[in-house]
């Protein structure tokens, strides 16, 4: 495995690009990646790189001095061959430093027209299998469950807010509590939001390293007072002017995290003064988390899952469920720097939580009685001192107490689900499903055609091309039509009837008999499964009808990408989207227009541009509407699948 380059705090980052002189700033910003280009080597704690005659000498993981980055140069440390060196480093506090964040699941893009909210921690996102936003969590690269806490939340969910999830009903979440934000805080919220504004107003083909070293001060100001979601939305927006012009770089990637950081910093206090809702702990992002002991816990295992980051991160988690007062889904998890290897060995080893033996494969498919347990409010378990654990009995699937989780209708279960996944940071388990399905056919690529209980038609598939393993099952499981399977899941929302599997219960294959009948599909290898080949073509179906939207999608990340002169004239759009009954894009794109083109006269006459913060609140509103109204279109999709609509919120 390549030895991951060190990190450098945002600040400091910025500090070396403000001093610049502006000609190696112009330099630099013609060719933000030159330094990938050169020699890189490494001698214990010791970075040097080869840039000609010249060497740039990096010491220690983490840069948090400017004595820690030296060139031989004689402009040091405002020279070329210093700043394209540390350009390149990812900033201390980005996803992966201290491990992926909640959910761990391997990194989803977040889809074109939504605000990048973390769905991998307080970071830019995800979900899925981690490292979303998710996003920075701060762990320090410690096992999941015994990081350290900053940030205070209640951990659980009330007895009655548990059993009222488990019927369906709207529950009250710790993370949607409302967060006390101080004048520190606002006046972070209020410098981001000039960042970001001025970075819109401009367009990432034209920001530069000026533009970037803003928002860098922006996310160290951020760090400081403790706001680790915005922090983490800086860093990523500030990436976009040094990738712009690589194969890096995506677009609708950008796109949604610049709205994410508008966003952030909005309902923070940054922006213009108006109406705003009361920021909460999914705002403020999760830091360090904090946990608190819940008592005694009954753990029935579910399943686990393999997680690896693009970020060098790679583990196992294992979800469980507790019954007593009230369904709770819970996360014991082991992720830590390595990479695939580890993932099979954390498996297999022993779990570091209340002294137990068990492994996770075995906790998987068994219980656990759990004393003087500590929790955090997005559903990890600490595994600290005071806790202790003894191996109990597990349950089968079908039987009670746990064959509730499959009785609640699928269309709401798949809705709830979406909404979880399209929100800032969600507690875990909010983002699964829980399914009776039929083996019905054939599966290429990696996926498995099925029917659910409801007679609807779904596809089981694998999280990204590099879930091989689990194609390779879902080939193996495909061969068995008419099989029987009940399975916990996740969906995938911008594919209508594409279920991504944790594990499934298949009593009609011949496996092992410790499995009890369980297959984690991203850690076991089913019989016969070897001779599959997941990497046959498999036609993907598109999401739902675009009824319009894709157009303004579009006019969005065009402004994004090329700034307020990127914006369209004329009536035609808004009177497409008229043409589609879509009254309400065509009035927030209206307002986008307007705002772009807007002049103002000086006192001299003069036609200037007036400051960015109106172009900036009409395009967050107009990508608000957008995420809202793709979500929607998505749940619709969804429910006409699965078979019939969710039930209302009460």
Known sequence: M??????????????????????????????????????????GPVWTVGAGNETVTLTGPRITESSQAVCTCLLSPRCLHLLSVVGLLAPTGEDGEDGPGPGAEPHRPVPPGEPA????????????????PPAPSGRGGRPEGTDGAAVPASAGRSGAAETARASGDPVADPLTAPAGVDGDARAAAALAWAAGARTL????????????????????????ARLPRLAAACTAVAAGPRDHATPAFALAEYTAALAGLLDTSWRLGGGPEGPRPEPTLADVG????????????????????????????????????????????????????????????????????????????????SGMVAQRVAASADGRLSGGSATTAAVSAGCAWDEEPLAVLWGRPLADQVAA?????????????????????????????????????TGAPLVLGPDGAQDLLRARNLLRLAAEPGLALRAVARPVPERP??????????????????????????LDTLPSAGSADPTRSRPTEPPGA????????????????AGREAAPDGSALPARLRGHHLPTAADVLGEVVGAARERRRTATGESVVPPPDRLARAWLAATTYLGAAHRHLRVLAWAERVGGPPRPAA
């Open 286 to 365: 999760i830091g360090r988390r904090s946990y608190t002991e819940v008592g005694s816990l009954r753990l029935y295992g579910l399943g686990c899952e393999r997680v690896v980051t693009a970020s060098g991160y790679a583990g196992v988690v294992t979800h469980a469920v507790s019954l007593a007062g009230g369904t709770r889904l819970w996360r014991i998890g082991d992720v830590a720097p390595g990479g695939p290897d580890r993932a099979a060995a954390v498996y297999g080893a022993g779990i570091a939580f209340g002294g137990s033996a068990l492994s996770h494969r075995d906790l998987g498919r």
């Open 201 to 224: 107003a401009a367009g990432v083909r034209a920001a530069g390293s000026s533009q970037r070293s803003e928002l860098l001060r922006a996310a160290a100001t951020a760090r400081a």
């Open 117 to 132: 909210g973390d769905r991998t921690a307080g970071a830019v996102p995800p979900q899925g299998g981690e490292p979303g």
């Open 546 to 561: 675009d009824p319009g939207l894709g157009a303004l999608t579009r006019v969005l990340a065009r402004i994004a990408e």
């Open 2 to 43: 390549t030895a991951e380059r060190p990190r450098i705090e945002p600040g400091l980052l910025a500090e070396l690009l403000e001093a610049a002189p502006g000609r190696v700033r112009r330099k630099l910003d013609a060719a933000p990646r030159a330094a990938e280009g050169w020699d890189w080597s490494l001698d």
């Open 417 to 453: 689900a979406v909404a979880a996944q399209a929100a800032p940071v969600h507690r875990t388990g909010d983002d699964l499903v829980f399914a009776d399905l039929t083996v019905t056919g054939e599966a290429e690529g990696g996926t498995a055609v099925v029917e659910a209980a």
């Open 497 to 522: 009837g594409f279920l991504v599997p944790v594990a499934v219960h298949a009593p009609g294959l011949p496996l092992p008999a410790a499995w009890k009948g369980r297959v984690n599909l991203s």
